[in-house]
């Protein structure tokens, strides 16, 4: 007799516990139970809530929730690392925000979450040259979160936008992984120039909120850039500068800023 096959369905801890953080808290609120289950219960993988949470919250008269959709989709199935860095984002989230309880929240409430997860999908169509479909993602993203990421831009994993309010990461921009920024943060240029003319922000760097980060410069791993902060010149890894315009003020203090989120320096 042939030998039979068995599959083994693949084991998701991480939606595992998302969703039964949901049904825990449609019992605590069951009026809540409409949006939870539509969001999340009704989903069997992360991938499908993402696709139907960025959907709903980016549709509109001119793109429909179904073509939304199909597109986010797409973009998963072809590109998995999509859905790798989206786990990675929600746990840095889980990890760093003091105000984050639940893996739940992140994808139901948190702006800064969505608006990454929802950039992408906008940079893997830019990256397929189908770049008014990109345009269009980037502008709904600025519309509904604001936040405006260029979908050309180039975003690492394990990353957090605190707040999200007014984010902006230019065309050329790249950052890479484990980094935390918060709100009102710029990854700008300089002027009028066409090429390479934005930031490059290595791994583990805290930028705090308010501060402008311009130019064709490199932001050193494991640097802090001190709230309100108009960086203008390259910032060597593991120091933390501030000012307007920023100078080194002394070390980064910890190894990983990024994951500590200890935005004082000097005497403690």
Known sequence: MPERKTSIAPVDPVWDRVTREAEEAVRREPLMGGLI?????????????????????LSSNEMSMVILREIAEEAYENDPSIVEAARADLMAIYERDPACHRLLQPLLYFKGYQAVQAYRVAHWLWKKGRYDLAYFLQMRISEIFGVDIHPNAKIGKGIMIDHAHSIVIGETAVVGNNVSMLHSVTLGGTGKEDEDRHPKVEDGVLIGAGAKVLGNIRIGHCSRIAAGSVVLKEVPPCKTVAGVPAKIVGEAGCDNPSVSMDQLFGER
């Open 37 to 57: 289950h539509a969001c999340i219960l009704h989903h069997h993988k992360i991938e499908k809530a993402l696709s139907y949470r960025i959907a709903a919250k």
